[in-house]
């Protein structure tokens, strides 16, 4: 391979220094047609193979949905059963969000530089094993423990998307990511039961160990996964990639294009020849400097010129939506059991003797609020743009959580949760499609990593908050901080500098996005 470093390339940046060598002359010995991995997922479809890979990549996110949901059920009873003070209990929450954080960045890292496959295997593992073991903890410093390492685990879930991103074709690829986003539902919903079901009956020990049961399919079925194309064309490893789209194909029941295929669309490959064939000529100086695929460097990409500005809103919209979604959650499970508390006559949906019914019900009902949240999301996502869908929806949500700065009754404030949860999980599903598309190839897991480490920033604040000011009576104050955080969320998304809808995935900084400026 030739050694090009300290030359050229001032504005691109790749997982590597630069492409083999070998690829180049290829192509350029290459008389025949070619053709782009774009244009070969185009070419086969979205057929058995992706449904395969949607399936294993929703049982990532099922598993997620389930470990964090599970949190609305099991405080009270784990509170009670070791005398917990309210913080205590808000901590085993928060631990989980904490591990996330740590997680989301370095799965992202290890997903981006050893391949897509050895962070789901990775996560899997982390998220089974600390999964099942926190259901046997004997005392609550181990619980916290191992709730923050299935937090590490739960981290991964970008990894997730990132992998089922670099399968699916551009024609309607917003579609095909909400219905990736819908196996959190299926996941929020499937826990809601089992909590209704379970925990009357058997307790949270057996909630906790049930509810590991999805990473350990993914954790079976691992040795069918392949690895992304993308990833390998991106790393020159065109001919593994090849092999790979050979069995799409096959199993598709499709064929490919006719020629070879080249590693990056053609626009960036011509731009790769015009700069070495300029290189010599330029004499090597420190802007010019490609940085390697590591963690360090990768921030460093991020928070370039050419996305910084990307990056940062993104920070901001990540972080709004977990803070808003999770508090939504917990305020709908703390409403329901704090208003005998501070409001005998409010907030009763169902005139029950058993609280933990109420709650039970209300979480249940709640959840099933992401059912048209999704659909939604599905309708929009391709017809509106991405940032139009999000800010639209910011919005809506937010006009349905104001109303419960004041006490209402019972249904009206599970209505209202239902309206806020329904539209807050539309942001959520369509800002994991967007960063995805945004990022290039090289950087794209740890980019949607880091966001979603600081949307965890989020989601370790929100219980905080919720439990907190709900259970002193302040519930005005914690509606009036949510809408807060919601509005800033809904204003970041309308700064982004760039709609992805309908653009392929780009491998380089410089096609991902225009130079950042306010």
């Known amino acids: 391979m030739t050694n090009h470093q300290g030359q ?115 996560v899997a593992l982390v998220t089974s094993g600390a999964g099942l073991l926190s259901a046997f903890s004997p005392n609550y410093i181990i619980l916290v423990i191992l709730r923050f390492l299935v937090g590490v ?15 699916v074709p551009v024609p309607n690829r917003g579609v095909w990511m909400v219905v990736f986003s819908t196996f959190w539902t299926v996941g929020t919903i499937i826990e809601a039961s089992l909590g209704w079901l379970i925990m009357p009956r058997l307790g949270w020990r057996w909630l906790l160990a049930l509810s590991s049961v999805p990473a350990f399919a993914a954790l079976l079925f691992y040795g069918l996964t392949p690895e992304s194309p993308k990833y390998l064309c991106i790393n020159g490893q065109t001919t593994e990639a090849l092999n790979i789209m050979r069995k799409v194909a096959a199993v598709n029941q499709k064929e490919l294009p006719a020629g070879i ?52 809103l993104l920070w901001v919209v990540f972080f709004g939506n977990a803070f808003s979604y999770y508090g939504i959650i917990l305020l709908t499970s703390k409403l329901s059991s704090e208003k005998n508390h501070c409001n005998s006559s409010t907030m009763s949906l169902y005139k029950s003797k058993n609280q933990d019914d109420t709650l039970y019900i209300d979480v249940f009902v709640t959840s099933l609020a992401e059912l048209p949240g999704i659909i939604l999301s599905a309708l929009i996502v391709d017809r509106i743009g991405r940032k139009l869908s999000m800010v639209s929806m910011f919005v809506l949500g937010c006009g349905f959580l104001m109303p419960l700065v004041v006490n209402q009754s019972g249904i009206l404030t599970t209505g209202l949760l239902f309206g806020a949860r329904m539209f807050i999980i539309g942001t959520f599903t369509i800002s994991y499609i967007y960063a995805p598309e945004i990022y290039p190839t090289s ?76």
């Open 261 to 312: 295929l080249i590693p990056e669309s053609r626009n960036e490959l011509d731009g790769e020849f015009d700069q070495r064939a300029d290189s010599d000529s330029l004499a090597p100086s420190a802007k010019d400097i490609v940085f390697s695929n590591s963690g360090f460097s990768t921030v460093l990409i991020l928070l370039s010129s050419k996305l910084r500005r990307t990056t940062l």
């Open 8 to 122: 050229g390339r001032p504005t691109s940046y790749h997982s590597r220094t630069l492409l083999p060598s070998g690829i180049y002359s290829m192509v350029n010995n290459h008389d025949g047609p070619m053709y782009t991995l774009d244009e070969a997922l185009v070419a086969v479809g979205f057929g058995k193979f992706q449904s395969f890979v949607l399936i294993y990549a929703g049982l990532g996110s099922i598993s997620e949905a389930m470990e964090v949901m599970i949190l609305s059920f099991i405080g009270d009873s784990v509170k009670s059963k070791w005398n917990l003070s309210s913080t205590q209990e808000s901590l085993i929450t928060t631990v989980v969000f904490a591990g996330m954080l740590l997680g989301a960045y370095s799965w992202g890292v290890i997903s981006d530089k050893y391949g897509r496959r050895t962070g789901l295997l990775s």
């Open 443 to 518: 950087v794209r897991a740890t980019g949607v990593g880091i966001a979603s480490s600081v949307g965890r920033v989020g989601g370790m604040i929100s219980p905080l908050v919720a439990v907190k000011l709900v259970t002193d009576c302040h519930q005005a104050a914690a509606v009036l901080l949510f809408a807060g955080v919601i509005l800033l969320s809904g204003l970041s998304v309308l700064l982004l500098p760039l709609e992805t809808k309908g653009r392929k995935l780009s491998d380089t900084v410089t096609a991902s996005a225009p130079t950042s400026s306010a």
């Open 153 to 167: 685990g739960l981290g991964g879930g970008p990894v997730y998307t990132s992998w089922f991103l670099e399968f």
